[in-house]
């Protein structure tokens, strides 16, 4: 096992650094994604969440980037060839993730939707459902032979709202969370509402789709910001992982085998 490992979970609308001391995560910082933010820059960050969790760089042997936003994954593997002298490993469909992607291309896969994969096979096993609530809201699913067997991708619950906002001139943006009742008193609570019970409403009728596929008694796990929000609201998810993105990176890595930095 390696002592540090350093890992990258590269979003669309938020980037998450991970530090993995002997397989225990001891530092999780998220940041707002940027692309102007230089491998500088980016490495300023890292550098200064280190020494806030007491760690220093010096000491990673190993980087695993899972990013969807190609033209930061290059800045993030700059910045550790620059600093760390050595490459990290990219997250895609074309390594050894542990799983088969039966996908016409599985590097369609995104390396995001992969790490949750990986995570859930080895922490719950199948069948399982996978449901990250981000900028885009996934669902992955797992058979009931441990078998990764495809997903769904919807759109996600900021994502509706900011398009709801942007095309209605009259509409303001609303808070993400569930108002007191259904029915709106005033142009925000009825948005609140509406993105709301809507984004509720469509899961738990996906979940009751994809169970005919996957059974009856999948396990639903859930990750992802607004995974809480929904979870107070639902009886459908049994588990939330916060960190399963960054546990499934660290999984992946550590089954590549990578060597050490020297």
Known sequence: MYRMI???????????????????????????????????????????????????TAAIQGVIIASVVPSLTDIAFRAVEKYLAFKPVVVSGSLDVGFTIPYDDPSQLGADRICA?????????????????????????????????????????MTAAGNLVEKTALLSKASFQFPTQVIGKNTREAIQSGVMYYALDGFE??????????????????????????????????????????????????????????
């Open 205 to 262: 009728g996906m979940i009751r789709r994809l169970r005919r596929v996957a059974g009856k008694y999948a396990t639903v796990i859930a990750t992802g910001g607004l995974a809480p929000f929904i979870t107070e609201m639902t009886n459908e998810i049994k588990y939330i992982e916060p960190n399963l993105v960054l546990e499934g990176a660290r999984i992946i890595f550590e089954k590549l085998g990578k060597k050490s930095k020297k």
């Open 6 to 56: 350093l890992v990258f979970d590269i979003g669309n609308t938020h980037t998450v650094v991970g530090v993995f001391q002997k397989g225990k995560l001891v530092l999780n910082r998220r940041l707002a994604t940027s692309l102007q933010r230089t491998e500088d820059e980016l490495w300023v960050l890292v550098k200064a969440y280190c020494e806030l969790g007491n760690l220093s």
């Open 117 to 157: 994969v990986a995570a859930a096979l080895k922490k719950f096993g199948g069948p399982a459902i996978v449901v990250d609530f981000g900028t885009a809201t996934t669902y992955d699913i797992i058979s009931n032979k441990g078998e990764y067997i495809g997903g769904v991708i919807a759109p996600g619950i």
